[in-house]
């Protein structure tokens, strides 16, 4: 079982450094979706939301060639040396990110919609710039959104398994985590050992899901109190 640490250390280390990037990256995009009038607004919500339904491979395999050698996108990084981020953990984690979004988005933006305008207009008439407004007023009420989509954005990139098989190549020491490696022990017949990682992501999500019942229904009280 030693010899599995270092793979839940980088399944662990690429869902926690994925879901600070989302929730950072993520909540200024989910306040302008929840706030913005704009006409094209559902347009960029659906460009966010397209992870959800396409196929993991799909999506990993515009990464790999986005990222490769031969992308125009990574011409400004290979004048510095860096000729790809395919097979990197720099690549898994851009790859998380993007496949992870509108796990981190939808739950912020849900948050940010469910704020009165009411409290922000108060906030204003009390000489609150937009800023103060939305550090002091917006982002407090919104705090269950942002456990949500942490919670969410940390649990759905533990058990990625296209994307980062794609994008990385599960690369022993480098980008190998639970969910290719769990293939891996299946291919080999080592049962063992699947079932040992297996039972970890079971648990793991069953407290996902528990968590995030168990925080619904006390937002949900706080609501009826108030």
Same mark, same amino acid.
């Given at each position: ?6 793979? *839940?250390?980088?399944?662990?280390? @690429?869902? %926690? ?7 950072? =990256?993520?909540? &200024? $995009? /989910? ?59 720099t690549g898994l984690v851009i ?24 409290? *922000?207009?108060?906030?204003?008439? @009390?000489? %609150? ?7 002091? =007023?917006?982002? &407090? $009420? /919104? ?60 648990a793991f999500g069953f407290a ?19």
């Amino acid at each position: 079982m030693s010899g599995l640490l270092p793979i *839940l250390w980088l399944t662990v280390k @690429l869902a %926690a450094v994925t879901t600070l990037i989302l929730l950072v =990256v993520g909540t &200024p $995009l /989910a306040w302008w979706l929840a706030r913005s009038r704009a006409w094209w607004r559902e347009a960029v919500g659906a460009v966010v939301a397209l992870p959800v339904v396409l196929p993991p491979t799909v999506l990993g395999f515009y990464l790999l060639i986005a990222l490769g050698p031969e992308s125009p996108l990574m011409a400004p990084l290979q004048a510095l040396g860096v000729r790809t981020l395919a097979f990197t953990f720099t690549g898994l984690v851009i790859g998380s990110v993007v496949y992870s979004l509108p796990f981190a988005v939808q739950p912020l933006r849900n948050a940010f919609r469910a704020i009165g305008q009411q409290n *922000l207009d108060a906030a204003a008439t @009390l000489g %609150a710039t937009g800023w103060a407004t939305f550090v002091r =007023v917006a982002l &407090p $009420l /919104a705090a269950p959104g942002y456990v949500t989509a942490a919670v969410l954005s940390f649990a759905h990139t533990i058990g990625e398994f296209g994307v980062v098989l794609m994008i990385g190549g599960g690369i022993p020491g480098r980008t190998d985590v639970v969910s290719i490696e769990i293939f891996r022990l299946v291919e080999a017949l080592e049962w063992d050992k699947a079932h040992a990682l297996a039972a970890i992501l079971v648990a793991f999500g069953f407290a996902v899901i528990l968590s995030l019942l168990l925080l619904d229904r006390r937002v949900s009280r706080a609501a009826a109190d108030e």
